[in-house]
């Protein structure tokens, strides 16, 4: 992933998890990370992995298209 779809995709992600009235520690909780990985994911420092995609799109019910900016 390119930096800016990785700065995208962390905006996109801070507003769902904003949306459901989380922080990001409950959201590290849930998915079974460190605090330091989600936040990662979230400030698009590093690309997500397949499976960490799909279990987003799960958890929000939004597609992967949407996370990666390729829909509203």
Do not use: H
């Amino acid at each position: 992933m390119d930096k800016s779809l990785l700065a995208d995709f962390g905006k996109r992600l801070r507003t769902l998890r904003e949306e459901k009235g989380l922080k990001q520690r409950e959201m590290a909780e849930i998915m079974g990370v460190k605090l330091r990985q989600y936040q990662r994911y979230e400030y698009g420092e590093v690309g997500v992995p397949l499976e960490v995609l799909n279990f987003f799109a799960d958890f929000f019910g939004v597609t992967t298209d949407y996370l990666l900016g390729r829909g509203e």
